[in-house]
């Protein structure tokens, strides 16, 4: 009865992941164009940009909640970071399932790509000790770092460094 619970939980999950690709795709297309853009570009800086920051807002969130223990109104600031730590993964997730779908389903329309995408995206995230230390948190730094590549560049924004000499 335990793994029936396990395997519904796993199902709703991924259903309401690949829904918020959708979401997000449909609610903030330019914003995630600009982040796809910059992933398929910057893929090796946004990595290791996308590494350094995942393990330092880590660091901070878990410092912050064990002074939270003692100090209860803490934990708001914690919840702060990690939120939009969270909200900017999503983007990310996003970003990288739009590449994924392009890749593997050029020929379908835009909604089963991404669709489909998504559940080839978190099936192989699920993966017992491949898709759980190493897939998941490369896609993982691959987003943040492209998202973040995207929040704090200038007008430039989807070019390759070689344009941006002058």
């Known amino acids: 009865m335990e793994s029936l619970s396990i395997i519904l939980i796993t199902i709703l999950s991924l259903i309401t992941l690949v829904a918020s690709f959708l979401f997000v795709r449909a609610l903030f297309p330019l914003k995630v164009e600009k982040i796809r853009a ?10 290791w940009l ?6 330092l807002i880590t ?7 064990s002074l939270g223990k003692n100090f209860p109104i803490i934990n708001i600031p914690a919840f702060a970071i990690y939120s939009f730590f969270l909200i900017g993964l999503l983007f990310g997730l996003t970003a990288f399932n739009q590449i994924l779908g392009e890749r593997l389903f050029p020929d379908l329309d835009p909604l089963k790509r991404d669709i489909r995408s998504g559940a080839v995206l978190m099936l192989t995230s699920l993966l017992p000790a491949v898709g759980w230390f190493l897939l998941f ?4 730094c691959l987003g943040i770092g492209a ?3 995207t929040l704090f560049q200038k007008n ?3 070019e390759p460094a070689s344009n941006l000499k002058k």
């Open 38 to 47: 910059n992933l398929e570009n910057h893929w090796q800086r946004a990595f």
């Open 50 to 55: 996308g590494l350094i920051n995942t393990i």
């Open 59 to 65: 660091i901070i969130v878990i410092g912050l909640g």
């Open 137 to 140: 948190p490369y896609v993982v």
């Open 147 to 149: 998202v973040q590549i």
């Open 156 to 158: 430039s924004l989807s």
